[in-house]
């Protein structure tokens, strides 16, 4: 399965910004899309945001307006542009391939600590 290395996670404040990178293993054009997902502590793992190859981009309410999903597939690369962070934003952020409309990778990688504080 295809595998993901992510950067650009830490410590920021309230209001504050970060960029998360997500470089895959493979090409990521050939998958049908690619997500955003977070594991807030004690809580189960949610999608935040996706896309698919076809431009379609969804957010979760949490989080529309302030996040942005893009993609350089030459870099075979995702990112998550997170704007006006809130310490509910808190959590390990991991990317995932979608493989079609029904189903995601099912290997997990080590994610991205994200903390929200002031």
């Known amino acids: 399965q295809v595998q993901f290395v992510t950067s650009g996670g830490g410590l920021v404040q309230p209001g504050g910004s970060l960029r998360l990178s997500c470089a895959a293993s493979?090409?990521?054009?050939?998958?049908?899309?690619l997500g955003w997902f977070r594991q807030a502590p004690g809580k189960q793992r949610e999608l935040v945001a996706s896309d698919t190859t076809g431009g379609r981009i969804n957010y979760a309410d949490s989080v529309k307006g302030r996040f942005t999903i893009s993609r350089d597939n030459a870099k075979n690369t995702v990112y998550l542009q997170m704007d006006d962070l809130v310490p509910e934003d808190t959590g390990v952020y991991y990317c995932?391939?979608?493989?079609?409309?029904?189903?995601?990778?099912?290997?997990w990688g080590q994610g991205i600590q994200v903390t929200v504080s002031s």
């Open positions: 995932q391939a979608r493989y079609n409309f029904a189903r995601w990778g099912d290997t």
């Open positions: 493979e090409s990521i054009f050939s998958f049908y899309g």
